[in-house]
């Protein structure tokens, strides 16, 4: 029985051989669209052999995000040539570029509330996803995690994004937001791949709606304690029809919110220990009044004693907003 990998690779192939059966009709068609249509055709062909995504010179399995990227990819990583390596490479720069471009504007300042966050990919690209912008509605905070890693992640979270900044001046409560977003995520994905994350909607007098699906506890900082509230909802695109329930809150003046995906949690130190939520709430309760700047840096500093700087395994993001005076 075919992968549900395999399933949707094999409708997208089937999909683009009709498509250029098709463009090869017209009689300005270009002469590789030949080419192509034979590429597919052998592809479709390994695919009845049990032979599709096995690299044609080690026979090991080909990295399953290239696949999403490129179905017709016959060869993994280790046996590119090396003109194939470098143009890699090249788009692989000019991913991380685009993905960088997405991100918050370093200096943002949005009305009653001070920013910062760190993001930083494990590879050249990340499949994490920050946002914050301003919207008719209020200061919108968006930070969750793609499942995977490379390229169809980063796609993926570029496709977050574009869905998230297209609803947010729509004025929808922010539960049908996310359940929209949601379906349009669940229908342009294939099974096995979901988000964890928090969104979440704060206008400048300190009122809060979130919904966090699926995602790590986001860490209220105020006066005496620290709150924690964790997931409203499962993980989006994992069923295309679900609610995500509304968490309201207040934050008052000089309260910060925290907010992390799990290359923070997950860290590993040289004796196989997990870095864990314990250390993410103790940190925030000796730093709760510091700004988001100064937050972040102490939880950094943290992180690099306890892996004693080693090379992280997983994509990391925090986010911290605090109320302003």
């Known amino acids: 029985m075919a992968s549900p990998q395999q399933a949707y690779l094999r409708t997208e192939l ?5 498509r250029l059966e098709s463009a090869i ?9 030949s080419n192509l249509l034979s590429e597919v055709d052998a592809a479709l062909d390994r695919m009845d052999a049990g032979t599709y995504g096995l690299c044609e010179a080690c026979h090991d399995t080909i990295e399953p995000d290239r696949l999403l990227a490129n179905p017709l990819e016959q060869f993994c990583l280790d046996h590119l040539t090396t003109e194939e390596r470098r143009a890699l490479e090249s788009d692989l720069l000019l991913a991380a570029r685009i993905q960088q471009t997405l991100l918050p504007a370093r200096d943002f300042a949005p009305k ?7 993001y930083a990919p494990a590879r050249v690209v990340s499949g ?6 301003e919207s008719k509605s209020g200061l919108v905070f968006l930070l969750g995690d793609v499942s995977g890693k490379g390229i169809a992640a980063s796609m993926l979270m570029s496709h977050l994004h ?13 539960d049908r937001m996310v359940g929209v977003a949601n379906r349009i995520f669940a229908e342009s994905t294939m099974a096995g791949q979901f988000a964890t994350l928090v969104v979440g909607r ?8 979130l919904v966090s699906a699926g995602h790590l506890p986001l860490l209220h900082l105020c006066a005496g304690e620290t709150k924690s509230q964790g997931a409203t ?7 295309p029809n679900t609610n995500f329930p509304v968490f309201s809150f207040s934050v008052q003046a000089g309260d910060s919110l925290l907010v992390y995906t799990d290359g923070l949690t997950e860290s590993r130190n040289g004796k196989d220990e997990e870095y864990g939520m314990h250390r993410v709430k103790a940190l925030a309760d ?17 992180l690099h004693d306890f892996t004693a700087g080693a090379k992280p395994a997983d994509d990391l993001t925090l986010l911290a907003l605090q109320r302003a005076a």
């Open 128 to 133: 994490d996803y920050c946002d914050v912008f």
């Open 233 to 239: 909802g499962v993980p989006l695109g994992m069923f």
């Open 202 to 209: 704060a206008t400048h007098d300190g009122a809060v709606d």
């Open 25 to 33: 009709q017209a009689s300005s068609a270009d002469p590789s669209l």
């Open 14 to 18: 089937e999909r683009r051989y009709d």
């Open 162 to 174: 574009a869905t998230f900044r297209s609803l947010a001046d729509a004025e929808l409560p922010l």
């Open 286 to 302: 000796k730093h709760r009044n510091k700004t988001p700047g100064e937050l972040i840096s102490n939880c950094l500093a943290d």
């Open 112 to 118: 009653g509330w001070h920013m910062r966050y760190h």
